[in-house]
């Protein structure tokens, strides 16, 4: 039974390659066609305050060693470019033999997001195309543009901007945006 709802799943890969099977999973879903499929993939890491030589030294810290988190759509096309991405050797939850894994649980993957220091992406607000809103940040900060394009799987926006009495279009994040 195949689902098409967005999940994370974690993957267990050779430990200290997280990072290069990151790399390379983020490639081959670019060069593969995949962007639909596979959207973000997470090495968790935290701060670690360390004393050397006589001064402190902040490092990154990998909190799950020889794990990697990615937030997938899990198809037959996508299990296989992520389970034949090299370093990977294979899904935790899987029961081999080519099944499915199973996903984290929201509140799973919520607590991991949150102790990185990133929330989990969620939106109580709902857009449309059509409507107005007041960009809240970044170089368009106060200006106001109507929405032509919403992609609220990636929580981005495309938004039309009168600059100079042209209409510019700019790419921006649910959370940089507020409703009139």
Sequence with gaps: ???????????????????????????????????????????????????????KEIEMEKVFPGYVLVEMVMTDESWFVVRNTPGVTGFVGSHGAGSKPAPLLDEEIDHVLASMGGAARHSDVEYEVGESVTITEGAFNKMVGKITEVQADKFKLFVDIDMFGRQTNAELDFDQVEKL
């Excluded at 060069?31 to 004393?51: A, L, T, Y």
């Design 1 to 55: 039974m195949e689902t098409f709802e967005k999940k994370w799943y974690v993957l267990h890969t050779y430990s200290g390659y997280e990072n290069k099977v990151k790399a390379n999973l983020i490639s081959r879903a670019q060069s593969m066609g995949m962007e639909n499929n596979i959207f973000r993939v997470i090495v968790p890491e935290e701060q670690k305050v360390e004393q050397k030589n006589g001064k």
